[in-house]
């Protein structure tokens, strides 16, 4: 049996920076990563990342109290993404394929992530973003605009708050009557909720709805009966972040996943070094796209 022993160090560190963001007492933080150490030894680590994060973040929420310790950080992110979104949206209008640079500003908001890093300061968000939006973008893009063109119903899965407000930039260059966004059914380390949403005014373009779910990524049998219903039904998902193509990648449907490879993990699984921005296709596809179809410039 394959185990995931890699990803504990990242969710022990997601754990103590939890605990910290709910008190400044040197005592709780101990307290939890005691709790939090105990019941990793008993964990099946056979299990996904994104089974082993939503299980470890369940039990830090017991153990703190606190049904959303990322919310004021996830409020900072939203706030910085907005303040950059003129910005950007003019910078779309004036390119040459707006659907392209929005993509590529999508997959580089994938950054805003405090699932993959500590000491996140949201003052260096533009900086980063700036710099992470030059980057050439891993895929095929005629693919994904052949796809757009061609489906009939389009299901959206955001992935991180902040980056959120990206998706937004993205998704006003689909034909947003046939787009619904889907956000988590409950907290999830900095991951968007239908208060994000809010927040990013998604709901003043599309329909939002949540999957019923506090996972880091998409489990379907975890998610609402009325999520897997949109799932089944889609023509095409866009899957936005790396918890979403951990999680899905094995599933029917047509999905094309847009992330940041940050982690050896899903480095070997898409065949592109960590740092790689991506546009990856599902299924028997997967294969063919790992390969290197194309790059999005």
């Known amino acids: 049996m394959k185990t995931h022993l890699e990803c504990i160090p990242c969710l022990v560190r997601q754990a103590l920076d939890a605990a910290r963001m709910v008190s400044a007492d040197p005592s709780v933080h101990e307290r939890v990563m005691r709790e939090v150490l105990r019941w990793i ?34 409020d900072r992110q939203n706030r910085t993404a907005l303040s950059l979104l003129p910005r950007y949206r003019t910078a779309i209008a004036a390119a040459s394929d ?26 260096d968000v533009p900086w980063e973003l700036g710099r992470a939006a030059h980057k050439p973008v891993s895929g095929d893009l005629d693919a994904l605009r052949a796809a757009v063109a061609n489906a009939g119903h389009i299901l959206y899965l955001t992935d991180n708050a902040g980056e959120i407000v990206f998706d937004r930039l993205l998704i006003e260059q689909l034909p947003r009557d046939r787009v619904t966004a889907a956000v ?7 991951d968007a909720t239908r208060e994000d949403a809010r927040a990013a005014g998604l709901d003043e373009l599309v329909e939002v709805i949540d999957n019923g779910s506090d996972a880091p990524g998409t489990l379907l049998r975890d998610c609402s009966p009325e999520f897997q219903r949109r799932f089944a ?5 866009l899957a936005k972040g790396q918890g979403n193509y951990e999680s899905l990648a094995g599933e029917p449907g047509n999905i094309f996943f847009l992330f940041r490879v940050k982690c050896p993990v899903t480095a070997a699984m898409t065949g592109r070094p960590v740092g790689t921005h991506v546009v990856v296709r599902s299924c028997a596809e997967t294969a063919v796209s790992a390969s290197g179809a194309g790059t999005v410039t």
């Not at 988590?184 to 900095?190: F, V």
């Not at 039904?233 to 998902?237: C, G, N, Q, V």
Request: aromatic share 2%.
């Open 41 to 74: 030894s008993d964990m099946d680590l056979g299990s996904s990342p994104p089974v082993l994060a939503q299980r470890i973040h369940r039990r830090l929420r017991e153990v703190t109290g606190v049904e959303d310790p990322y919310r004021e950080a996830k």
């Open 184 to 190: 988590r059914g409950a907290p999830a380390i900095n």
């Open 98 to 123: 707006p659907l392209a640079l929005a993509v590529q500003l999508a997959v580089a908001a994938n950054l805003i992530d405090m699932g993959a890093k500590t000491g996140w300061n949201e003052a």
């Open 233 to 237: 039904e889609a023509d095409l998902i």
